[in-house]
T-cell receptor
Framework: DVKVTQSSRYLVKRTGEKVFLECVQDMDHENMFWYRQDPGLGLRLIYFSYDVKMKEKGDIPEGYSVSREKKERFSLILESASTNQTSMYLC?????????????FGAGSRLTVL | QKEVEQDPGPLSVPEGAIVSLNCTYSNSAFQYFMWYRQYSRKGPELLMYTYSSGNKEDGRFTAQVDKSSKYISLFIRDSQPSDSATYLCAMLNTNAGKSTFGDGTTLTVKP
């Protein structure tokens, strides 16, 4: 089974801190995604990546950046955390190519910014 | 207007009931239609997916797609307390390379 591992399940940070959220997948998937999930707003795509060193903005990229230096690892960076970035962050991966229609999600990282 | 609208819930039913979860969409380019289940404090996991209009059955679960009406449904028969979770519909346009999710419906099945 594909496994997507998010290194931190729960984080508490202060406003202005730099935050790194790490995600690793073990099935050689080309595509990786970062979502945030908020009550009443559903899953919103922040950034995604089709390949190493490639990144594409999703629907809500403001205040975030990403890094994909290795195929298996996709990092989400909050340069200066703010309280409105308190949320559940979900990483997902998917095989590239045609018919690649199923996302595999990590367990999520719940970030609280004070 | 959102591309994907999901019945908001929450939904509370007695054990054994038939549950219907529904989503509508506006983008005709969507090709794949998925249902994910998310238990509390966990990431979503794929429950079912379909490619074409019609029904797809897997045990107590049936996914239904009507492309002409841009409407999808998930039916759960003989619902169990273990079905209590948030259900997310999702749709994929392979040309865009990303899925669009509904907001989720939280289901509680009471014993």
């Amino acid at each position: 089974d594909v496994k997507v591992t998010q290194s931190s399940r729960y984080l508490v940070k202060r406003t202005g801190e730099k935050v790194f959220l790490e995600c690793v997948q073990d099935m050689d998937h080309e595509n990786m995604f970062w979502y945030r999930q908020d009550p009443g707003l559903g899953l919103r795509l922040i950034y995604f990546s089709y390949d190493v060193k490639m990144k594409e903005k999703g629907d809500i990229p403001e205040g975030y950046s990403v890094s994909r230096e290795k195929k298996e690892r996709f990092s989400l960076i909050l340069e200066s955390a703010s309280t409105n970035q308190t949320s559940m962050y979900l990483c997902a991966s998917i095989r590239g190519g045609s018919g690649a229609n199923v996302l595999t999600f990590g367990a999520g990282s719940r970030l609280t910014v004070l | 207007q959102k591309e994907v609208e999901q019945d908001p819930g929450p939904l509370s039913v007695p054990e054994g009931a038939i549950v219907s979860l529904n989503c509508t969409y506006s983008n005709s380019a969507f090709q794949y239609f998925m249902w994910y289940r998310q238990y509390s404090r966990k990431g979503p996991e794929l429950l079912m997916y379909t490619y074409s209009s019609g029904n797809k059955e897997d045990g107590r679960f049936t996914a239904q797609v009507d492309k002409s009406s841009k409407y999808i449904s998930l039916f759960i028969r003989d619902s169990q307390p273990s079905d209590s979770a948030t259900y997310l519909c999702a749709m994929l346009n392979t040309n865009a390379g990303k899925s669009t999710f509904g907001d989720g419906t939280t289901l509680t099945v009471k014993p």
